[in-house]
């Protein structure tokens, strides 16, 4: 009776660590494939949430510019919607529509100066740009805002967009990338996890899910950080000038194209004036959408190994 009940008070207490350690003995680190999906879910939340805070601070300041602001120039909004190149595009658009640049030929960019305009018709930096498709005899936005990058107009269109507190400074811009480099760490723990799942012959399709959506969000981060970018104050302006001109979205008419392509970037001269876009090399709008798909550990059908 005494073996007995030894064997059968031992029996328990021996069996039971192996029984523990029998659910996570085929998992990679010790760690089930729901378990780190779950918390690599939890942690790009938490990243995605601390970089738009974070941005939403750096990019100040925020509410409507001082009393006594006036209207920005189709310059300014180019510059703050799309940076150089948008602000050169939208230069060239104004200078061809007020017939001081001719194109020449179909395709190419190839333009040349007809005429000087008349004192005060044209801002300084139309006339820089002006300069420069005199010199180079072409009118693409990449060639001309190399150019122009530290051209004394450029710097004062800056400036002015500075002391208005609708752009924001460059070191802000820069630690706001900085933030954006927490997505890179986490795609890191992402790809070795992978790697370590995978080479383990275990499902990873979710993992997999998880970090395209982490690539995704970080690429969006990124051109969020842009430099220059536009400050929260910028962005309401931007906001402002584009729902008091909501019109111009399909281009608008002749003189208008300039503030529209401004505003609603390519895609509204696209709408006005396919050969002017073409001619600039404006990549035509795409007119297909891809569709959402469905995937992952739906169900309950993952098992044990959705994260690897």
């Known amino acids: 009776m005494t073996?007995?009940?030894s064997v059968?008070?031992?029996g328990p207490q021996a069996s039971g660590p192996a029984l523990a350690a029998a659910p996570s003995s085929g998992d990679t680190w010790g760690v089930s494939g729901p378990t780190f999906a779950g918390v690599y879910l939890l942690l790009l939340a938490t990243v995605t949430a601390v970089f738009w805070i974070a941005r939403q601070s750096l990019l100040g300041p925020g509410g409507p510019p001082p009393s006594g602001s006036t209207a920005l120039p189709a310059d300014d909004l180019a510059y703050l919607s799309g940076g150089l190149r948008r602000a050169v595009d939208v230069a060239v658009i104004s200078l061809s529509e007020r017939g001081?640049?001719?194109r020449e030929g179909r395709i190419g960019g190839a333009m040349r100066v007809v005429g000087a305009p008349p004192p005060g018709t044209v801002s300084a930096f139309e006339w820089a740009v002006g300069d420069a498709v005199a010199r180079t005899g072409r009118a693409r936005s990449g060639l001309l805002a190399a150019q122009l990058a530290g051209h004394p107009t450029v710097e004062a269109m800056r400036e002015r967009l500075l002391a208005l507190g609708a752009l924001a400074t460059r070191e802000r811009a820069r630690t706001a990338r900085r933030v954006a480099w927490l997505?890179?760490?986490l795609l890191a723990l992402g790809i070795a996890r992978l790697v370590a799942g995978a080479s383990r012959h275990r499902?990873?399709?979710?993992l997999t899910l998880e970090m395209l959506a982490s690539v995704v969000l970080a690429a969006v981060a990124a051109a969020s950080v842009r430099y220059p970018a536009p400050s929260q104050r910028g962005q309401l302006l931007l906001s402002q000038a584009r729902a008091a001109s909501a019109g111009l979205r399909s281009g608008g008419l002749p003189g208008q194209r300039a503030l529209a392509v401004a505003l609603f970037g390519p895609p509204a001269l696209w709408a006005a004036d396919q050969e002017l876009a073409r001619h600039l090399g404006f990549s035509s709008?795409?007119?297909?959408?891809?569709g959402d798909s469905g995937g992952g550990c739906g169900g309950g059908g993952c098992g044990g190994g959705c994260g690897g």
């Open 285 to 290: 709008p795409s007119s297909g959408s891809g």
């Open 203 to 206: 499902p990873v399709g979710f």
């Open 100 to 102: 001081l640049l001719a």
């Open 183 to 185: 997505y890179v760490a």
């Open 3 to 5: 073996l007995i009940l």
């Open 8 to 10: 059968g008070l031992a």
